[in-house]
Nanobody
Framework: QVQLVESGGGLVQAGGSLRLSCVAS????????MGWHRQAPGKQRELVAA???????NYADSVKGRFTISRDNAKNTVYLQMNSLKPEDTAVYYC?????????????????WGQGTQVTVSS
């Protein structure tokens, strides 16, 4: 029903920058929130940043001042600009969306996830 395609991950040296993108497509009626989570080896998945449809943002303390989330509502796309990257930012980054999907009889709301993109920061 909803497909998420992430891009922009890769290998970067500490102090460098990367920009992640995620495009949502499918039977989308409306998008309520878009965001990014990450999961490092041996750790639980954690919220990195999220943005509600009204523009309110939420960041993990560990990335405040370094990462910036933004959205292009016309393109159903969310971005994560990551600056001053640290080795501890190394993880698989997942795009997630909270959407209402068009149904044959009724719409339904749910969460969808992308396949993840690897970000590796070398020291």
């Amino acid at each position: 029903q909803v497909q998420l395609v992430e891009s922009g991950g890769g290998l970067v040296q500490a102090g460098g920058s990367l920009r992640l993108s995620c495009v949502a497509s499918g039977s989308i009626f409306s998008i309520h929130a878009m965001g990014w989570h990450r999961q490092a080896p041996g750790k639980q998945r954690e919220l990195v940043a999220a943005m509600a449809s009204g523009g309110r943002t939420n960041y993990a303390d560990s990335v405040k001042g370094r990462f910036t989330i933004s959205r292009d509502n016309a393109k159903n796309t969310v971005y994560l600009q990551m600056n001053s990257l640290k080795p501890e930012d190394t993880a698989v980054y997942y795009c997630g969306v909270d959407v209402t999907v068009v149904g044959s009889t009724v719409h339904s709301r749910g969460d969808y996830w992308g396949q993840g993109t690897q970000v590796t920061v070398s020291s």
